[in-house]
């Protein structure tokens, strides 16, 4: 069992070099980070943006068709959370959000040297199955 979960790696930056990530992604202070993304054809995307994304498609497509609006959209507007979510960034894996284990393996693998140093304060890897992944407040589910 578990073969059919899929997996994601996310970090978090240090908070100077999360707005050079989300601003300037190949700026050179990024290099060891962004030479192991190449390596594993991943790129990467603050989850700040990700949720403001989400937010803004569903209030451009009607809010109805998107479960988790309100509690996105509560989210992003929490000031400590957004403050979290900015220097939290989410991998993506040939564009995809979650990929096989033995791609999640590989790629925190790489980046594990860097983590506790400058670039990277902290890695986590995440899988796909609904019993070890939080759900929502009940007040934001429908």
């Known amino acids: 069992m578990g073969d059919e979960w899929k997996y ?3 970090i978090d930056l240090d908070d100077a070099l999360a707005e050079v990530a989300r601003c300037d992604p190949d700026n050179t202070a990024l290099r060891p980070l962004s030479d192991i993304l190449a390596k594993h ?19 451009r497509n ?15 507007e929490n000031p400590s959370k957004k ?8 991998l993506y894996v040939k564009g995809d ?7 999640a393996n590989a790629l925190e693998a790489d980046l ?15 899988d796909t199955n609904p019993a070890n992944n939080p759900q929502p407040p009940a007040r934001y589910r429908r």
């Open 8 to 10: 994601q790696v996310r």
């Open 41 to 59: 054809d991943a790129t990467m995307r603050s989850q700040f943006d990700a949720f403001a994304g989400y937010v803004a498609e569903a209030e």
């Open 62 to 76: 009607g809010k109805e068709n998107y479960p988790l609006y309100e509690w996105t959209k509560a989210t992003i």
């Open 83 to 90: 403050a979290k979510y900015l220097k939290s960034f989410t």
């Open 97 to 103: 959000e979650v990929y096989p284990q033995e791609i």
């Open 112 to 126: 594990r040297p860097l983590v506790g140093g400058e670039l990277i304060r902290r890695m986590s890897k995440y």
